[in-house]
Structures are given as C-alpha cells and as structure tokens.
C-alpha cells in the first residue's frame, strides 16, 4: 500500500525514512508447513491442550484481572527447563519485542554492531529505527558465519543460529571464541530456529 503525503503527516521524520520489513514468504496453500514461521508437524501435547482447557474452564475467572508483569510462573518453567536461574530469564512477546529492548539497551554505542550477511533482515530494520550503526560482515564462500570475522573492535554483536535463511549452525566452540573475544560486549545468540537441529548457547551463559 502505498501512503499518501497526506496520511504521512502524522508520522515521526525518522519513520518516514524506514524500510519497511517484509515478512517471509507467506503461501496460502493448504497442508503446506512453514518452517521459517516455526510451524510443527504434530499437534500440541495432550498435556498442553489439557493445561488450556483447564485455564478456560476452571480459572476463566482470572482473566478479568490484570496478569503477573514479571511472568513469574512463566520464568520458574522457563528456567528449570533450560538449568538456568530464574533472574537469566527475561520474557517477551514474541522475540522481536526482546531484541527492540536488547537494540536500545545495548546497541546503541560508538562503534557498530556486527551481524551476518545473509541473516535476519530484521536486524537492518531495527537497526535504522533506533539509530544502530552497524557493519555487516559477509558469510565465507560455503555461506558459513566465520568466528574469526567478529573477533574486531564492535558495539556489539548479533547472530542467528542457526542462520536465516541458511538455516547453516555454528558450533558452541565457534560461538564461545566469540564470546571469550568480546567480554565488555553484547553477544547476542538468537536461537528462534536452534530446535531444528543445532544445539544451544544456553549453558554458555
Ligand atoms: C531469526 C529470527 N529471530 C526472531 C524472529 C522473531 O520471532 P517472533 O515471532 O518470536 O517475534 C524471527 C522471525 O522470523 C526470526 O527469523
């Protein structure tokens, strides 16, 4: 859609310089799995329809009243699932409302963050709404992420893992020569696509 000036008027000068993210490709066909949305082949765990159907039927009555803001319950499951403490949990709606508080906490310095090219085209996106430099450091020949290239004066660095649209891992040995080179930095691993098959940063922490 395109805006007119008039319908523009409202808008903030920096949001009229946005690029807008285009989501990934989004196909209507029926029976169709869309991995890059994190779509599952199976039904949820007769546990977890149980556990709604519980919340819907005897505890209805709750949702008149404004939820816990520190999702405390939510945090305790969290971090006994992961073997981390309750205080390393940080919770959002959905993982780009995590990464808009991690862009503005942290990514906001003198030299640029680092990520991939190829990756997440919403880190460019952010990175343009909260004013981020950055440096984009291109995948090797095999379309690999290197190590060895985020390992050089930065504000910061951020990594899908494994990579989207790849979907190519980077080891824990690899992640950790990251992380042992920038210890007065940011490293952030996200890991939304990491249950396909690569093994998580977590115990890193
Ligand atoms: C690498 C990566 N991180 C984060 C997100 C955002 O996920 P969410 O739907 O949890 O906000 C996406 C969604 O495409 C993604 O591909």
Do not use: C
């Amino acid at each position: 859609m395109t805006l007119s000036t008039a319908q523009m008027r409202f808008w903030s000068p920096e949001v009229r310089e946005l690029e807008p993210y285009v989501p990934g490709e989004q196909p209507k066909i029926q029976n169709l799995l869309k991995l890059n949305t994190n779509e599952n082949p199976y039904p949820p765990s007769p546990k977890v329809v149980d556990a709604v159907q519980a919340v819907l039927t005897q505890q209805a009555d709750a949702l008149r009243l404004y939820p816990d803001p520190d999702a405390t319950a939510l945090k305790q499951a969290i971090a006994k699932q992961q073997h981390i403490e309750v205080s390393q949990v940080f919770v959002g709606n959905g993982s780009d409302e995590v990464l808009a508080h991690i862009f503005k906490a942290f990514f906001l310095q003198d030299e640029p963050i680092l990520y991939p090219d190829i990756t997440y085209s919403f880190y460019p996106v952010y990175s343009q709404f909260f004013g981020t430099k950055t440096k984009e450091i291109p995948l090797n020949e095999n379309f690999e992420i290197e190590a060895k290239d985020y390992i050089q004066p930065n504000g910061g660095i951020v990594i899908t893992n494994p990579n989207a649209p790849t979907s190519i891992a980077m080891g824990l040995p690899d992640i950790e020569q990251i992380l042992k080179a920038n210890p007065d930095r940011v490293v952030v691993i996200d890991e939304a696509y990491v249950d396909f098959g690569a093994e998580s940063a977590v115990g890193l922490v």
